[in-house]
């Protein structure tokens, strides 16, 4: 799956043409719709609130990403995220975080290990209250302020990516207290290690815990764990355009 360009103004969140592009690939990633549902220009222009030219854009960047097919003369239709591309993202990731992990023991800051030491310290409380959604924003920080700390833009923007390809899954396997826990003392031993500056322990550890993440996948499932849905969640299509 091809990742667009760093420098891309559609990954700018803030402009309207990011926001367009940003809420067409959450509902893809999130399987609101199907695999080679057709992605109407004026039907989902009419939803956002927006005009087609946004919508065509965004469509664009998302056949650049592998999401979706824009067939001439036809239209656009979803391709979504396989159970194999599930599968090789996270044998990718577990490459990635290790190199991460390795990278951040030269780069991290201060601010960033109190930062982490924070994050670890609210998911063990939140693990111990079964507050899944707060449990499931931790994990997503802790990741994500790995990535930043590696010091790379290029890394990170990758990782963040690939991060996001796969969220739906993650945070169904994160909805155990069983494997939410045994995720936080990974999360825990990874930092100690960068905080040593141990290059080869760091990269060891967190490539084992995407390895770990893949053998709880496999355990529970994955065309299961891609088929839940949140019950009682409820998104409004609209966006707001006062930027």
Request: hydrophobic share 35%; net charge negative.
């Amino acid at each position: 799956m091809n990742n667009y360009n760093v420098s891309n103004e559609t990954t700018d969140k803030y402009s309207l043409r990011g926001k367009v592009f940003y809420k067409i690939r959450e509902d893809i990633l999130a399987g609101n719709y199907s695999e080679k549902d057709e992605l109407k220009e004026a039907t989902i222009s009419k939803e956002l609130g927006v005009s087609r030219t946004p919508v065509r854009e965004a469509l664009r960047q998302l056949e650049l990403e592998g999401l979706v097919s824009i067939i001439p003369n036809k239209g656009a239709y979803v391709n979504g995220i396989t159970a194999k591309d599930i599968y090789d993202i996270y044998v990718i990731r577990s490459y990635l975080e290790g190199l991460c992990a390795k990278w951040a023991c030269e780069n991290i800051t201060n601010e960033q290990i109190e930062e982490l030491d924070e994050i670890i310290y609210l998911s063990e409380f939140h693990i111990q209250k079964r507050h899944w959604d707060q449990i499931f924003e931790l994990d997503n920080r802790f990741h994500l302020a790995m990535y930043k700390a590696c010091g790379s833009r290029i890394l990170e923007h990758i990782l963040s990516d690939y991060h996001h390809y796969v969220e739906r899954v993650r945070k169904n396997t994160l909805s155990s207290e069983e494997r939410a826990g045994m995720a936080s003392e990974e999360h825990k031993a990874i930092l100690q290690s960068v905080r040593d500056k141990d290059e080869q322990l760091a990269e060891k550890l967190a490539n084992e815990h995407i390895l770990k993440s893949i053998a709880n996948i496999k355990h529970q499932g994955l065309d299961k764990l891609m088929q839940k849905r949140e019950q009682g969640y409820e998104e409004t299509s609209y966006i707001n355009v006062n930027i």
